[in-house]
């Protein structure tokens, strides 16, 4: 069964702590994303990665941090620079940069307290 | 301004009924159109491209203006199962790709 899988679905973590969120994919496509979710509000990128050993910043790439070392793998590290890191996180991917459909993971709720 | 701006609802109707959603965007040069569907608490799915022309897919519905930078989305005979948070998406290109930039949501309510 091909997909995205994301862990954990929920993550509690302590303020001033790193975390990082696993995402795979058995998709074999080559571009992958990192997308935050608040309340109300549209998807916004953090990361995206259009091939192994290569990541882009997105629109609000601060307090985070990626890697790309294999294709089917892009964790994503959200650091203690992060000033509100509670939010609802999704990894996508799709054939390319510019292709139309992007498929997502099911996403992990990140509550930091 | 937002790129991307749907109203966020929520649009409540009875079953059966006909809703429409709008979306506008400001790049001019954006290249393709989409709406996803996201269900409460998941993630979003892609549920339809927009073509120029207009397309239709079994009940839905959307169509594109580019001279008005608008979007629309139609749905006849709702479903109670239709029920889900409805997004514009538009892909722009950036420096080095393209990017998809997503609108907020419309959020639509089907009662029984």
């Known amino acids: 069964d091909g997909g995205i899988t994301q862990s954990p679905k929920y993550l509690f973590r302590k303020e001033g702590q790193n975390v990082t969120l696993s995402c795979e994919q058995n998709l074999n496509h080559d571009a992958m994303y990192w997308y935050r979710q608040d309340p109300g509000q549209g998807l916004r990128l953090i990361y995206y990665s259009q091939i192994v050993n290569d990541f882009q910043k997105g629109d609000i790439a601060e307090g985070y941090s990626v890697s790309r070392e294999k294709k089917e793998s892009f964790p994503l590290t959200v650091t203690s620079a992060q000033k509100n890191p509670t939010a609802f996180y999704l990894c996508?991917?799709?054939?390319?940069?510019?292709?139309?459909?992007?498929?997502f993971g099911p996403g992990t709720r990140l509550t930091v307290l | 301004r937002k790129e991307v701006e749907q109203d966020p609802g929520p649009f409540n109707v009875p079953e059966g009924a006909t809703v429409a959603f709008n979306c506008t965007y400001s790049?001019?040069?954006?290249?393709?159109f989409f709406w996803y569907r996201q269900d409460c608490r998941k993630e979003p799915k892609l549920l339809m491209s927009v073509y120029s022309s207009g397309n239709e897919d079994g009940r839905f519905t959307a169509q594109l203006n580019r001279a008005s930078q608008y979007i629309s989305l139609l749905i006849r005979d709702s479903k109670l199962s239709d029920s889900a948070t409805y997004l514009c998406v538009v892909l722009s290109a950036g420096d080095s790709s393209y990017k998809l930039i997503f609108g907020s949501g419309t959020r639509l309510l089907v009662r029984p």
């Open positions: 996508a991917s799709s054939y390319a940069t510019g292709y139309n459909e992007q498929f």
């Open positions: 790049n001019s040069a954006s290249q393709s």
